[in-house]
């Protein structure tokens, strides 16, 4: 009985030493799941793989590690997570993975995606199929991907609106022939908007736009939204004809000179401080109108000011909290990586050639796993939050997946919608017959516009004076090193900001 004991208390003390060991040779995470889906991190998503973590389970912000491995375009880490238990059909924020891949240009994840059995017919709250999104984006190539996996060609989705329709209306005569080779049927009509693209404007759906002077709508048949600022000379016809209007619209358009200002940085990551003096702008444009409204006693103008500003401050307080979120987790990065620079210098004194990159866990047996803080929870979202409406989805995307030193893209991402979100505003005036409020919005629609051109143009400047130095200086750039597009050398952060987007100019 002695000797039973003897042997017990041995096993019993052997144990803790195996647990030990096992411990010590897997660390815990120090990133989040999500975090690390966002930065490609491969060992740290390994190590919540193996803690068991709910891949499925959403952040606070309602967005999936596997959303957020396609929305970064890290097939890699989309791989490794699907092969882990991630459903490939799970959306997030409302959006499947296949969607996403699709708005980003990713043939190779939405060809995976495919082929981890994803649904290809996958929608989202306006009905937007994989191939609809692929239409509008003009990724032919993903579009053949997509109809070879058996994708409805004549999908509709809440508009109405058909990939043919989409190709049509947008001159893609490439897509719209090979649509057509494979069973696309000629739309009745073009309706032209949607919350991916960079289409014209639309009333929302079943709306009806007022006819405008000269335009006669068909009987029985709503017509669609003039392209308002097709005729900048019918615009300023319109406000001069009411004294003040002109001047009043131009002193809110110079209030803008910082947002402008802003648009233009390219030296460093301004999107946080820029999403706020949009909205800053957009604010002050909403109060010079409904104070127009209120004079002219449209009511149902007025309210719908109200309600678009409300909307509109619910969407850059959560862009605004994501791209805080995202800042944090790359500062964070960061100096991980320089503590563990420091930590390998002095344990080998000096790193010599051939030797594993500090900072790196997986190849820096010498790397310190530094400790972080909890992250913060979010005070203005409930788990049981609902998802975001589709044009807070599409903006969001766009800001978290946007060049921070070149934003062209987001500008006219943002533009777009601001325009869609004025002319909804527009046709609630015309039909309250405000004729003064109508015309105030046009006129900022108008000197938005004009804004937009004069942005882009001193960008296209910009580059262009940037190329002449380097030509005068003699620089020759490292192949890959200059953008296709500006012709302007990428910084080191820029080449960070493409292995996040997975994306450049086209």
């Avoid at 788990?383 to 946007?402: G, H, I, V």
């Avoid at 500008?411 to 039909?431: F, G, K, W």
Wanted: charged share 25%; with cysteine.
């Amino acid at each position: 009985m002695k000797r039973l004991t003897i042997h017990a208390a041995v096993l019993l003390l052997c144990v803790p030493t195996h647990l030990t060991v096992a411990l010590a040779q897997t660390p815990p995470p120090t990133r989040s799941l999500y975090q690390a889906a966002s930065l490609g991190d491969i060992e740290q998503i390994k190590l919540h793989i193996a803690d068991g973590r709910d891949l499925n389970k959403p952040d606070d912000n309602q967005n999936t590690a596997l959303a957020l491995a396609v929305v970064t375009t890290r097939l890699e880490v989309v791989k490794l997570l699907v092969e882990a238990g991630a459903k490939v059909d799970t959306p997030s924020r409302g959006v499947p993975p296949i969607l996403s891949a699709t708005i980003q240009g990713s043939r190779d994840i939405v060809e995976y995606l495919i082929a981890s059995g994803a649904n290809v017919e996958a929608t989202d709250a306006m009905g937007m199929t994989a191939l609809i999104v692929a239409t509008e984006g003009g990724y032919l190539d993903i579009v053949e991907l997509l109809i070879a996996n058996k994708a409805n060609v004549n999908a509709k989705d809440k508009r109405g609106q058909t990939p043919l329709s989409i190709a049509t209306a947008r001159r893609q005569t490439e897509i719209a022939q090979f649509l057509r080779q494979h069973g696309a049927e000629e739309p009745p009509s073009m309706l032209d908007g949607s919350p991916y693209g960079t289409r014209g404007l639309t009333p929302p759906p079943g709306a009806t736009s007022p006819a405008e002077p000269g335009e006669t709508a068909a009987p029985g048949r709503p017509t669609t939204t003039v392209r308002i600022l097709a005729d900048p000379n019918e615009i300023q016809v319109r406000v001069a004809a009411f004294p003040g209007l002109a001047e009043a619209i131009a002193a809110v358009d110079l209030n803008s000179i910082t947002e402008q200002r802003n648009w233009r940085q390219r030296r460093t990551d301004n999107r946080t401080m820029l999403i706020r003096i949009v909205e800053k702008q957009f604010e002050e444009e909403m109060a010079f109108v409904k104070g127009i409204g209120q004079a002219e006693k449209a009511v149902k103008t007025v309210a719908a000011v109200d309600a678009l500003v409300a909307a509109r401050k619910l969407r850059s307080d959560a862009i605004y909290d994501d791209l805080r979120e995202e800042r944090r987790a790359a500062v964070l990065a960061e100096k991980e990586a320089t503590a563990r620079t420091r930590t390998t210098a002095r344990s080998r004194g000096r790193m010599g050639p051939g030797e594993p990159m500090a900072g790196n866990p997986a190849n820096d047996p010498y790397a310190v796993a530094p400790t972080r803080p909890a992250p913060r929870p979010r005070l203005d979202e409930q788990p049981d939050e609902p998802p975001l409406e589709p044009e807070t989805q599409s903006q969001t995307q766009a800001w978290l997946t946007s060049d921070p030193l070149d934003k062209r893209d987001l500008l006219s991402t943002v533009h777009e919608s601001d325009l869609r979100e004025y002319d909804a505003l527009r046709q609630t005036a015309v039909a309250e017959e405000a004729k003064k409020t109508a015309a105030a919005i046009e006129g900022l629609m108008l000197a938005r516009q004009r804004r937009v051109t004069d942005i882009t143009a001193k960008m296209a400047e910009e580059d262009e004076r940037l190329q002449r130095l380097e030509d005068r200086a003699g620089a020759t750039a490292a192949p890959g090193a200059v953008r296709g597009r500006t012709g302007r050398g990428t910084t080191g952060q820029e080449e960070q900001g493409t292995q996040r987007t997975g994306r450049r100019y086209r």
